[in-house]
């Protein structure tokens, strides 16, 4: 009898992990048919993540009250003489050994309210699997599909803002709540222990922003470049930044009696442990996609496309858990891998490969983000540990909106000192209003809610990232006719100097200056790079670029013929635009119409009919591409009248 009923409770425990699956995947199939009708319908003012949102809300209540209890705790047994928990458990019952797992601590006064309803247990999901499993598709795909174009060109701004905006922003609303925990204090709000470093560690992770729907709702309108290149670049590096700070915050420890007083030498490791877990993940990833860009480039995989594809996802998931197993960072990690994937091994793959890539990441990267907004309505009813502190909340919503302008506006008046092309006014205001929180925000704060300060940090974080993803994505639309940013902007095209409706470059005079405008603006640090890269890095690791046996010394040679892959011998063919980022300065480029030599810069003058690209021999076909991209013209004609061309060109909007 003992042996049917274990028999049977665990065919019951399969049957709930069954519904469990079932609600997210029916959750998840009615988001996606929702996006659709909105879609068809043009409807902007909820994005696909409100809705999976929304949609977990509503079952979050119909199990919360809708579902009878079915579990039960029959009594507590006490280890007076332990002085700590146990991760496993094994309890002799009549002379049988049974094995209990550790699942958390529970307050005194909620041991008569833990949770007896076992569909709701199951429901609950382990912090981990949103590590290990949802997170790594959702940052690959960020860096994978990275718009290197328009990332590198604001590079400089991207960085000042993710990093140095991060940490300002982290230190003012751990300050500011801080104040606000003290003021909870002296009027009663405050029931448990809550430090500074507790306030810190949240302001580290709420300064991870998430504009998923702002990006979405761009992407749609075709928004500026730029302004989408700031956002989603700051997005995808201050992710990486949030959760290395609270590493590090948590990683402090000062010596003596009171571990939460301020002391130099801890403060100093902790900046240590800063760099060292962010070097050294991104290291990591940086490695493991050159390892996989090298074994796609010297095998025949590319000859089965399905095993290519096979190890290119094993490779970039794998950097994830590599990297959090050496006690570094896999959310750095795995991102660098992505842009150094993008970068290099793309063009190792076979077409069959790169299509795969793209869109297998891309959904794997749909279904994950949406998977957890809708586990973040469900965990609004279902979580059993929530603290709601009313002050707390609303000195949380104050904080972000203070931090996210002390960032914003101050690093956007220091880094248009030194832009060419200004960050305007209608761009901060635009970056401040998306300072979205989203998944990385929730994935850290569920990934601890043991102690009461992490318990009201989680249900704030839950609230806030509500607010901003209903309130503030709804309102981006609205918000981009109101700032006049322009839409309907093809992504390869630069925007207009001017509103002429042509753009003459011409022979040297007053107006050659103009053509300077046309250049990209890439950041020096990068200009220094890109040349390294183009001739050593690319034709070492991919199958493009110049041949090393013209570019390393001569008594390189039999190294440089043993990496130059063979199809740069044989084809000669130049970067592909898929994969070229095509940075380039005044002079580099040289292209000959006739007798009229026109270069980047807009000179012109007498030259016989050749063509050049730093050095490098070209066709013209392959140069006249390469000049369209340069000046941001894409398939858009061009006409050559006499010695000048004519560049059509779309009206500022």
Known sequence: MEELATEKEAEESHRQDSVSLLTFILLLTLTILTIWLFKHRRVRFLH????????????????????????????SVSCTQEDRAFSTLLVNVSGKFFEYTLKGEIGPGKINSVEQNDILRKVT???????????PPIIFHAGYSLKKRHFFRNLGSILAYAFLGTAVSCFIIGNLMYGVVKLMKVVGQLSDKFYYTDCLFFGAIISATDPVTVLAIFNELHADVDLYALLFGESVLNDAVAIVLSSSIVAYQPAGLNTHAFDAAAFFKSVGIFLGIFSGSFTMGAVTGVVTALVTKFTKLHCFPLLETALFFLMSWSTFLLAEACGFTGVVAVLFCGITQAHYTYNNLSVESRSRTKQLFEVLHFLAENFIFSYMGLALFTFQKHVFSPV?????FVAIFLGRAAHIYPLSFFLNLGRRHKIGWNFQHMMMFSGLRGAMAFALAIRDTASYARQMMFTTTLLIVFFTVWIIGGGTTPMLSCLNIRVGVDPDQDPPPNN??????????PDSARGNRTKQESAWLFRLWYSFDHNYLKPILTHTGPPLTTTLPAWCGLLARCLTSPQVYDNQEPLREEDSDFILTEGDLTLTYGDSTVTANGSSGSHTA????????????SSEEVLDRALGMGDQPVSSRGTRLVFPLEDSA
Do not use: W
């Not at 707390?392 to 949380?396: D, K």
């Not at 002429?500 to 005079?509: I, K, T």
């Open 610 to 621: 050749s063509t050049s690209l730093e050095g490098s021999r070209r066709t013209k076909s």
């Open 500 to 509: 002429d409706s042509f753009q003459v470059l011409q022979g040297d005079g």
């Open 392 to 396: 707390f909340i609303i000195g949380a």
């Open 125 to 135: 999901f382990d912090p981990e699997v949103f590590f290990n499993i949802l997170l």
């Open 48 to 75: 696909e993540t409100g809705l999976a949102m929304i949609y977990g809300l509503i079952v979050g209540v119909i199990l919360r009250y809708g579902t009878p209890a079915t579990g039960g705790h029959d009594k």
